[in-house]
Structure formats: structure tokens, C-alpha cells
């Protein structure tokens, strides 16, 4: 029975329990005998047991003639059906638990398993319905996590236990489920569960592949398990590691690219603004150091607000040593920005981020920021203000009202729903391209080595297919489906004047990714071993390359026609 259910029973037996106390105590006053405290609890708790039949209880008393008090007769005609319900309930929870735990045990096959029921994980669970429509989805939640996380789930089998034990794996049928989920709150214990399932299938027999998604939200563990494939190919285990946070940060820098609302092919530095620098925030800073790479040749400059500000950028630091390297990053601490009267530190910036954990501080924050702006610009457009992961607001009509007035304001709003946590097919497909304009394979090979690479090295590819749609827009273009009306754009007679150009921001693109990675410049290695030291002979200046180094990132560019067609899609001019 639901949390909730069982809460609204506590509360009516309680009532329930002091009527029956204020009755007896009545009953005895008119009976003109005295009884204790003691006594009168215990009598209240027989009120629950059936132990109370007035007759037999006055002729016990020596009463010859007794008066049963109004609120003493409601207590003990409904205290026994309280008590009846509540072990029907109970009864029916435990056979429902055992029920569900064995039909899970007997008859799941290619199924998916999702680890982890935390309230945070909530909108996880409606991307892992997206994701695998079809398959059926069994939650399995530690005992201490409350009931109601999973409620909107009640339709699937939910299993409660000690996630670490052996039992829960068995009852979840792990060996024969094709997608295992891990995303607990706790990155450690995801680590864990992925070593005892390991171990768990190895003392099974062999099955089909099963492709294992471990959430990891600490950069550095997060970047070292991109390149883990399980720990033995034999067992068919296919390792994947993914960030919640990234994904919705990498879904927002995307979608809100500072080239979609101002001039990026200036001299002027492009400077962003970020408010709350907590783990989604961290995640900003970084996707937007590795993606925000334009014409102007600038390094980024992103200005954080937050309390203990200076101290959370050290850590930050502390995690990617180099990222200044890429970004010039600064700081505003929380207070001076409550006491601002004018964007006067703020003037330059482009583009706001809003990542501020605590909900009911986001109202007045978001407006803060746009009262500052309009003072000064007197437009409910400039800069771009945006609120990253809307889903606390969900669940309170109060919080959706107060969002449509933030949206009045001019406040955009990045929600994570629909944020799949396998990366985008599309995506995928063009990264996919990428990879073969160097390898030159055919399409069934290509898929097949495209299988066998670490995340690491596909995301290398990824965050190259992301990157076009930018430096397309740099020339007035984009990529659209080969349905739309539009004839298709010159690519080639456009590009020699820009390729340099092009070039040297593909460059910076990459060795921005590099340098957050901890890549530093050496002579060169063969491939492993450099990937291994992370040393890269490339990591330098674009003015310190040779020709034939530059010519590097010039080939995606020179085959960018065949890229998108292989994907369904062509190259035409912008919508005006």
C-alpha cells in the first residue's frame, strides 16, 4: 500500500485512539470508579483487539447499570474495523510483494532493470521509458527510499531491498535482462553494483549481450569509465557510463548557443554568465568550454555568481586543472549581486545561465537578473536569460505560475524531459560518418567498429557532429532533412574563402576538449600509449602547427556533402 495510504490510516487511528481515551475516561466518571493512566491505555488499546464487550466488561466492574458515552461508542465500533483493515492491507502488500518478485523471477526475459528510485531520478525513469518503449521495466529501490518516488511508476514491478545483495539480483532476473540501469544518487555505490553484476553474471551462464548504463556524476570517475568496456568480453556485458547532469547540460548549451543571438564573428570576447556553480553548474562550464569555439578566435570568458564563489571555482579547478587554459572564468559572489543596482560587471555578458539548487530562490533571482538588464537595456530579450532543468517546478501549481510569469519576462526555460540518457540517435549517426570520413569503411564494418569504441572515443566524434550546426550558421547554413522544399547549398564553392577560418575553430574545439581531459603537449606517441599518458603532440596554438597538421582539420569540412548525405540530410541556407 502506498506511503501516503498508510499514513492517512496512522492518522485516523490515532484520532480513533483518543476518542477511545477521552470515552473511557467518561465512562468511569459516570460509573464513579477510578482508574489510572495506565489502565486507561490499556482499555483504549483493547478497543483495537476486540478485548471490549460492554456487558462482560460491566459485570467485571460489579456495575449494575452503565451509560457508554458517545465518543466512547464511535471509538469501539470502529477501532476493530481499523485494526481489520490494516492486516487485510498488510496481508495484501506482502502477497503482492511476493507475487510481483516472482513473476519477475519466472517470466521477465529482455527486460530493463533501473537501480535506484530517488526522487532526483524521477524524470530518469520517464527518459528510460522513452528509450526502451517496448521492454518491459523493473525498479528495483533500497528500503529507505520513500514509496511515493516510484508512484508514477505503479503500473511496473517495483522490488525493494538492500540493492548491494545477491538476492535482488536473482529476484530481478539480471542474467536475462537486456538493459541494466544503475543510477543511484551515489556514484560509489553505482561503481559497486557494476562489480557485483560483473561477478554475479560470470557465475551465470552465458547470454546475450547485455548493455549496462552507469550514471556517474563526478567528472573525473565520470571521463575515467568512459573508456571501460567490462571487466570480461565473455560474459557479453557492454558498459556505457552517463551523466544526468551532462546530458541536460549539454542539451541547454546547445540549444542556447550564444551565435544563435549575437555576432560571434567579431574581435569582441563572447561572455556568459552562470548563476549557482553546484554539480548541474559545474557541467555548464564545461560543456560550454568545450562547445562555444566561434570565428572571433576568443577564449570564452564565463562570469559565475554564487556564495562561496571563489572557493566552488577552485574546486572546479581542482577537478580540470587546465580549464583555464581554455575559459577566463571570474567571479561575483552572491551578496554584491543582491546589492548590484546596475550590470555594470555583467555589461558584456551574452547569455545567463540560471542553475541555482534552491527552487524557492529561483523566482526572485531570475527576476533580479532581468531587472538589472532592462534598467540598462530597457529589452526583455537581451541578454539571453535561461533557467536550466525546470522539474521541480512540475510538481506545484504555485511553481508553474510563477514560471509562466518568469516566461513573461523573458526567461527561457531548459526542461530535461526527453533528455535520453543513451546519446542521440541522430547525433550518433553523424558522429557515426565522422569517424569513417578517416576510416573509410563500409557501412555494416563501420558499424561494427563503431560498437567495439570506448564512450571516450565516440564522444570525440560526438562533440564534433554537435560543433557543425555552429560553424554552419557562422556561413548562413544548416542541415535539414533531404524532404525540405530548399535546394541545397553550394558547400563547396562556399568553403575555400572560409576554410582557414574553420579550420583554426575546429582546432581550438579540440584541443579545448583535450586540455578539460588533462592532455598536455609531448612528442608524438604511438596511439595508445598516448591516449594512456594523455601527451599529444597537437596540443598547442593553431600558429605553432604545420601545414600538414592543419590539414588535419580541414578533412571533415571537405566532406561535409557525403557527412549529412550518408545521414538523410543536405546543407541549404538559413530561414530568414
Known amino acids: 500500500m502506498r506511503l501516503r495510504k498508510w499514513l492517512i490510516l496512522g492518522a485516523v487511528a ?39 464487550f460492554f456487558p462482560g466488561f460491566a459485570k467485571i466492574l460489579n456495575l449494575g447499570d452503565y451509560e457508554i458515552p458517545l465518543i466512547l461508542d464511535i471509538a469501539r465500533i470502529t477501532a476493530p474495523w481499523i485494526t481489520l483493515f490494516a492486516f487485510i492491507a498488510l496481508v495484501f502488500s506482502v502477497v503482492r510483494s511476493f507475487a510481483t518478485s516472482l513473476k519477475v523471477r519466472l517470466f521477465y526475459r529482455d527486460h530493463v532493470v533501473v537501480f535506484g528510485c530517488e526522487e532526483t531520478c524521477k524524470y530518469l525513469l520517464n527518459c528510460v521509458k522513452a528509450d526502451y518503449p517496448s521492454s518491459k521495466l523493473v525498479l528495483l529501490k533500497n528500503s529507505s527510499t520513500p514509496s511515493y518516488v516510484c ?31 544503475l543510477a543511484t544518487n551515489d556514484d560509489s555505490i553505482n561503481m559497486r553494483l557494476l562489480k557485483n553484476i560483473e561477478q554475479f553474471l560470470l557465475r551465470k551462464s552465458k547470454r ?31 558498459v556505457h557510463v552517463f551523466s ?12 542556447f548557443s550564444p551565435d544563435q543571438f549575437i555576432e560571434t564573428a567579431g574581435k569582441e570576447q563572447i561572455e556568459i554568465a552562470l548563476f549557482g556553480l553546484e554539480a548541474l553548474g559545474q557541467w555548464i562550464v564545461l560543456e560550454a568550454a568545450q562547445m562555444y569555439h566561434f570565428n572571433n578566435m576568443k577564449k570564452l570568458r564565463v562570469t559565475v555568481i554564487d556564495c562561496d564563489v571563489d572557493e566552488k571555482i577552485r574546486d572546479l579547478l581542482r577537478i580540470c586543472p587546465l580549464l583555464n587554459r581554455v575559459i577566463d572564468i571570474q567571479s561575483i559572489d552572491l551578496l554584491t549581486f543582491l546589492e548590484m543596482d546596475a550590470p555594470n560587471l555583467l555589461s558584456n555578458v551574452s547569455l545567463c545561465f540560471i542553475t541555482w539548487p534552491k527552487v524557492q530562490e529561483i523566482d526572485f533571482i531570475s527576476r533580479k537578473l532581468r531587472q538589472l538588464f532592462f534598467k540598462s537595456e530597457e529589452n526583455l530579450e537581451i541578454p539571453k536569460i535561461v533557467l536550466v532543468d525546470v522539474s521541480s517546478y512540475q510538481g506545484s501549481e504555485i511553481m508553474k505560475e510563477s514560471l509562466d510569469t518568469l516566461k513573461a519576462i523573458g526567461i527561457s526555460c531548459s526542461c530535461p524531459t526527453g533528455i535520453s540518457i543513451k546519446n542521440e540517435e541522430e547525433c550518433d549517426d553523424l558522429a557515426m560518418q ?40 557562422s556561413l548562413g547554413l544548416e542541415a535539414v532533412s533531404t524532404d525540405d522544399p530548399r535546394d541545397p547549398a553550394n558547400f563547396k564553392a562556399i568553403l575555400p574563402e572560409n576554410e582557414q577560418t574553420l579550420a583554426q575553430v575546429e582546432h581550438n574545439r579540440w584541443l579545448a576538449r583535450k586540455l578539460i581531459n588533462g592532455y598536455v603537449h609531448g612528442k608524438k606517441l604511438d596511439r595508445k600509449l598516448r591516449d594512456q599518458l594523455k601527451i599529444h603532440v597537437d596540443i598547442r596554438p593553431w600558429e605553432e602547427l604545420s601545414e600538414k597538421d592543419r590539414e588535419k582539420d580541414l578533412v571533415v569540412l571537405r566532406n561535409i556533402d557525403n557527412v549529412f548525405n550518408e545521414i538523410g540530410k543536405k546543407i541549404v541556407p538559413l530561414k530568414l
Open 14 to 52: 490515532a484520532f480513533i485512539f483518543v476518542l477511545g481515551f477521552f470515552g473511557w475516561m467518561r465512562f468511569f466518571d459516570l460509573a464513579g470508579k477510578d482508574m489510572s493512566v495506565l489502565g486507561l491505555l490499556e482499555a483504549t488499546l483493547g478497543l483495537f483487539r476486540w478485548k471490549t
Open 151 to 181: 508512484n508514477t511508476f505503479e503500473e511496473n514491478p517495483v522490488i525493494v531491498g538492500n540493492l548491494e545483495e545477491t538476492d535482488i539480483l536473482n529476484i530481478s532476473a539480471i542474467n536475462r535482462a537486456a538493459h541494466i540501469i
Open 208 to 238: 546475450s549481450s547485455t548493455e549496462i548504463w552507469l550514471q556517474i556524476e563526478d567528472f573525473k570517475s565520470y571521463e575515467t569509465f568512459k573508456g571501460y568496456k567490462g571487466e570480461d568480453p565473455s560474459i557479453g556485458i557492454d
Open 244 to 255: 544526468v547532469f551532462q546530458r541536460m547540460a549539454a542539451q541547454t548549451v546547445d540549444s
Open 434 to 473: 565522422i569517424h569513417n570520413v578517416y576510416s573509410r569503411l563500409p557501412q555494416k564494418e563501420l558499424e561494427v567498429e563503431w560498437s567495439r569504441m570506448t564512450d571516450y572515443f565516440r564522444d570525440e566524434n560526438r562533440y564534433a557532429a554537435r560543433h557543425l550546426s555552429m560553424k554552419l550558421r
